[in-house]
């Protein structure tokens, strides 16, 4: 099969453990670079919103970095005021400079020859005032286009992860029913929702904020630089600790994050697993083992919790340690150079306030590298699904059989899901229009692998399945499905009324026909004992109907969808013996002119077949009808006769012989003595 996957995984048990299969990730990220690179790469589509961004984002850091310049500007106004007004008025600003330097107090002559002031004028409130005024516009605009900056940039993260979310939804439909056999649903379920969320939550954290911090770096250190290269160089010290850190604590904690989802997904597979299967769990008294899986997965999911969250909780406190250094250095040194003039005190207030404003994007920068390592880790794990190999696609363009065809035949089919392990080899048979093929045989024979095939669900390795001389192969998936009506054991509801669940075969049927559809599949008669009728809601479990009720509803379906192929697998095992006779003789009706293929356990269902096959070892070993496979004395005999012999006494087994019970009467005779005794009620 070119491109379709074959292979079919061991089948999980009850108590199935690590996930194995659909590609479950490794102790580490596989390649974080890549990765990354194609995560942002979900971004393309809304690239000049991205450029918007950072215009934005370039105006509000360059404002915001602007604002402790000016704020030492009116520090510097402030000082000189004070000072002026230590010097008697007519004296110059040079003659206080020559009496400082003759008393030999050169600090404070150097101090006061590089201030600007008038004596004896006191500060210059109206210079202050503007300086403050010119502040103020400048912090709100900066707020403005941050804010402007962060709106815009939520929109193209939440449009990239409703795209992603798109993407895999339209990746689940693509995917082989051979994934869907080797993955546990609640590891699956983790990837689609808590592993795209995570992606959501990291990008909208971290996409501002890495932006905004390396535009502060930059603008920051370009100031501290036109201000004091002394001081900027002692500034830059934090540059390599930050890296050091940052590189020793994310190569642990990418570890533990990778670690932390694979945790979660097993985790919500225990519990999708334990809940759905929750009565199970209760008739066999396997709570305490249930209980002690759970503890054992939550724990390994709390190690790997704590253990990323308290190494990433690590860097912020040693960035602000190694800020706290670099701020104590730059005081000292600073107050060095405003004593020997050659900065003033504005320049050591203002470079105090970029030092702290360089090292806080820095430490940012370092705490959302773990951040980014867990999404990249959620990244890789949703990327891995999307990179899955998928069906194989339909022909272009595809053929198309009649609207009336139901003449199906298998032609030379073999088919394997392992492939040294055959299961089908060599399969020829044709079912007419209007006819009903029964499959009989032990577990494992191929009875349902027979149905996959023809639902095109798995594609055959060899040969070929037709419908009126089209290959199906030929056809789309979507034109062959729609043709084709499945009724199977495990009824599937969904929460909505049950007209809705009804009209799911077919959603533009009129409310005659789906009433039609109700009474053909005797879901009628018991739905105006509801309380709602047609309109009772159901629940995802529908746990306000009965297990035969139910599967009544999903009888009503097939019907409604009106299909000129009919599949049922054990659609009746869970409805009582009358009930079930209904229904066959319903069916019946809807066989009419369509080919119906029937998977049964009990064979009693099956006597009025046109054609039984009887498989073992994913061959039809007999084929025929009921009495004449019974007048062969072959396999579909001793079948028949291990379902419908007398018990024997344990300690005669060896010695009394089989002996067959009187054949049970035929469908019709007890559906004609069923609708009697119906009758004779309503009288």
Same mark, same amino acid.
């Given at each position: 099969? %070119?491109?379709?996957? &074959?292979?079919?995984?061991?089948?999980?048990?009850?108590?199935?453990?690590?996930?194995? *299969?659909? *590609?479950?990730p490794a102790a580490k990220a596989q390649n974080f670079g890549p990765s990354a690179r194609r995560l942002l790469g979900t971004l393309r589509t809304d690239t000049p919103r991205l450029i918007l961004v950072l215009v934005f984002a370039v105006v509000s850091v360059t404002l915001s970095v602007i604002g402790p310049k000016l704020l030492g500007e009116g520090t510097n106004v402030v000082f000189a005021g004070f000072i002026s007004l230590q010097v008697p008025a007519g004296v110059t600003q040079q003659q206080v400079v020559d009496q400082l330097v003759a008393s030999g107090d050169q600090d404070q002559a150097n101090m006061v020859a590089a201030m600007d002031f008038v004596p004896g004028a006191g500060v210059d409130f109206a210079q202050l005032a503007r300086i403050l005024a010119l502040v103020l516009l400048v912090y709100v605009l900066s707020s403005v286009f941050g804010w402007l900056q962060a709106r815009i940039l939520n929109g193209v993260v939440q449009r990239a992860m409703h795209r992603l979310r798109l993407q895999v939804e339209e990746k689940v439909h693509r995917l082989p029913l051979s994934y869907f056999d080797g993955v546990q649903r609640g590891e699956l379920l983790s990837r689609v929702t808590n592993d795209v969320d995570n992606i959501g939550q990291t990008m909208q954290q971290t996409l501002s904020q890495v932006v905004v911090s390396l535009l502060t770096v930059i603008g920051v250190l370009t100031m501290m630089f036109l201000i004091s290269p002394l001081l900027a160089v002692i500034a830059l010290v934090t540059i390599p600790l930050t890296i050091l850190i940052t590189v020793l604590v994310a190569r642990r904690s990418q570890e533990l994050f990778v670690q932390q989802w694979k945790a979660t997904g097993v985790l919500n597979a225990r519990v999708e697993e334990t809940f759905s299967g929750h009565a199970i769990v209760k008739v066999f008294g396997h709570q305490r083992e249930v209980e002690a899986d759970f503890r054992a997965e939550n724990d390994?999911? @709390?190690?790997? $919790?704590?253990?990323?969250?308290?190494?990433? *909780?690590?860097?912020?406190?040693?960035?602000?340690?190694?800020?706290?250094? =670099? @701020? =104590?250095?730059?005081? =000292?040194?600073? $107050?060095?150079?405003?004593?020997?003039?050659? +900065?003033s005190i504005g320049d050591v207030q203002a470079f105090i306030q970029y030092s702290r404003q360089f090292t806080q994007p820095l430490s940012q920068l370092g705490s959302m590298a773990n951040l980014l390592q867990s999404g990249v880790a959620s990244a890789e794990r949703v990327f891995e699904l999307l990179d899955e190999e998928e069906q194989t696609p339909d022909d272009d363009p595809a053929e198309t059989?009649?609207? %009336?065809?139901?003449?199906?035949?298998?032609?030379d089919v073999s088919f394997r899901y392992v492939a040294d392990k055959p299961l089908i080899d060599g399969l020829t048979l044709a079912a007419r229009p209007g006819g009903t093929v029964a499959i009989v045989g032990? &577990?494992?024979? *191929?009875?349902?692998?027979? =149905?996959?095939?023809i639902m095109r669900f798995y594609d055959v390795d060899s040969g070929r399945i037709t419908l009126d001389g089209v290959d199906t192969r030929r056809m789309t998936r979507a034109d062959l499905r729609a043709r084709t009506g499945m009724v199977l054991q495990d009824t599937w509801l969904f929460a909505g009324t049950i007209r809705e669940n009804i009209a799911y075969g077919r959603p533009e049927a009129t409310e005659e026909e789906i009433v039609a559809a109700a009474t053909a599949a005797y879901v009628d008669r018991f739905v105006h004992a509801l309380p709602d009728g047609y309109d009772t809601m159901l629940d995802d479990e529908a746990t306000n109907l009965s297990v035969g009720e139910r599967q009544l509803v999903t009888i009503a379906r097939a019907f409604l969808a009106d299909p000129r192929i009919l599949i049922l697998d054990e659609a009746t095992s869970s409805v009582d013996t009358r009930t079930e006779l209904l229904i066959q003789r319903a069916m019946s009706r809807l066989r009419e002119d369509r080919t119906a293929f029937v998977i049964a356990h009990r064979l009693s269902t099956i006597r009025d077949a046109d054609l039984i096959l009887v498989m073992e070892d994913g061959a039809?070993?007999?084929?025929? %009808?009921?009495?004449? +496979?019974?007048?062969?004395?072959?396999? @579909?005999?001793r079948l028949y006769n291990a379902q419908f012999e007398a018990p024997l006494d344990d300690e005669d087994a060896e010695v009394v012989p089989s002996v067959p019970l009187a054949p049970p009467p035929t469908t019709a005779q007890i559906v004609v003595d069923a609708l009697a005794e119906s009758e004779e009620a309503l009288e």
């Open positions: 099969m %070119s491109g379709q996957q &074959t292979t079919r995984p061991a089948p999980f048990g009850p108590r199935g453990g690590a996930f194995a *299969g659909g *590609g479950a390994e999911l @709390y190690r790997a $919790g704590f253990g990323a969250q308290f190494l990433s *909780g690590v860097i912020m406190p040693a960035m602000m340690f190694v800020g706290n250094l =670099v @701020y =104590v250095a730059i005081a =000292v040194i600073g $107050g060095l150079q405003v004593a020997a003039g050659l +900065l059989p009649p609207g %009336s065809a139901s003449r199906l035949e298998f032609e032990p &577990t494992g024979a *191929g009875k349902t692998t027979l =149905v996959n095939l039809i070993v007999e084929q025929g %009808s009921h009495e004449e +496979l019974l007048a062969a004395k072959g396999a @579909y005999w």
